[in-house]
Nanobody, 121 residues
Framework: QVRVVESGGGLVQAGGSLGLSCEAS????????MGWYRQAPGKERELVAT???????TYADSVKGRFTISRDVAMNTVYLQMNNLKPEDTAVYYC???????????????WGQGTQVTVSS
């Protein structure tokens, strides 16, 4: 069993900053990928930022230069620092973790419950 838990988020004014954290725990042999996604009301879930085991990072064009993803490999934790937030960044932010289970060495693909980020204009 692998559990993914996000923390952080909240309400901030436009131009402000927020930080999100995500920890994967449980029967983990290795983590191959962790990423942040978001879903605004009435819209599909979209990629925000991801990092793989090798450290390669991707960002959505809409957040480049404003958001920074980082990780603590030993803690199976990924962070998302969000600066210069805009009202259009308002969404529920979800963390995704993929890897191999230590129980049976099979792949896992788990999502957190999501955390709300609201940016007021």
């Amino acid at each position: 069993q692998v559990r993914v838990v996000e923390s952080g988020g909240g309400l901030v004014q436009a131009g402000g900053s927020l930080g999100l954290s995500c920890e994967a725990s449980g029967s983990i042999f290795s983590i191959i990928f962790m990423g942040w996604y978001r879903q605004a009301p009435g819209k599909e879930r979209e990629l925000v930022a991801t990092v793989n085991r090798g450290g390669a990072i991707t960002y959505a064009d809409s957040v480049k230069g404003r958001f920074t993803i980082s990780r603590d490999v030993a803690m199976n934790t990924v962070y998302l620092q969000m600066n210069n937030l805009k009202p259009e960044d308002t969404a529920v932010y979800y963390c995704n973790s993929r890897g191999l289970s230590s129980l049976n060495y099979r792949p896992f693909d788990e999502w957190g419950q999501g955390t709300q980020v609201t940016v007021s204009s």
